[in-house]
């Protein structure tokens, strides 16, 4: 009885090391970059951002109404309560960006890759989404219900249809 439950605890013993192990070996931080531009809470109105390399920079609680960011690299950036009103973001690639609680309504988001993006509680009321890509994108069913009224088009980087990334029947 003794030999089993000391083999049981070196079994678990050895589990427990291992995964320590690989955890130690694979541990990447998600979103901590060293000298990270940002631009919280900073008017950022008609300001022009087009084929800018913008990896993981924070604009949270920005105002970025009519902003340009044609062609923009934003893998990973944060747009936490932000307002991109009218902004453009066509072509723009947004995978795995951070898009919480933000205005889009009547922003041009054409060719847009919004692949693994989380875009929780955020609005696209007449927001122009042809050919944008949202695969495994976190959006609201009701947003996703909206934008499936007007889908189409397919993402030229990606060869994905809207309409597909988004789960339209």
């Known amino acids: 009885m003794m030999k089993k439950i000391l083999l049981r605890f070196l079994g678990l013993l050895l589990i427990l090391c291992l995964a320590w192990l690989w955890v130690l070996l694979d541990a990447h931080p998600a979103f901590a970059q060293i000298n990270t531009i940002n631009y919280s809470s900073t008017n950022l109105e008609n300001r022009d951002f087009s084929n800018k390399d913008l990896v993981g920079v924070n604009f949270i609680a920005a105002e970025m109404?009519?902003?340009?960011?044609?062609?923009?690299d934003l893998?990973?950036?944060?747009?936490?309560k932000g307002n991109l009103l009218r902004a453009n973001l066509e072509g723009a690639n947004l995978?795995?960006?951070?898009?919480?609680?933000?205005?889009?309504?009547?922003?041009?988001?054409?060719?847009?890759?919004?692949?693994?993006?989380?875009m929780s509680r955020s609005r696209f009321f007449d927001a122009d989404i042809t050919g944008a890509d949202f695969t495994d994108a976190i959006i609201d069913r009701y947003?996703?219900?909206?934008?499936?009224?007007?889908?189409?088009?397919?993402?030229?980087?990606?060869?994905?249809?809207t309409r597909y990334s988004l789960g339209c029947r």
């Open 95 to 118: 995978k795995g960006a951070l898009v919480d609680q933000v205005t889009m309504d009547f922003a041009n988001l054409r060719n847009a890759n919004f692949t693994e993006a989380t």
């Open 143 to 161: 947003q996703v219900k909206l934008m499936c009224d007007r889908a189409s088009g397919v993402n030229p980087v990606t060869g994905v249809s």
């Open 65 to 72: 109404r009519e902003t340009n960011f044609q062609g923009a």
């Open 75 to 80: 893998t990973n950036a944060m747009f936490t």
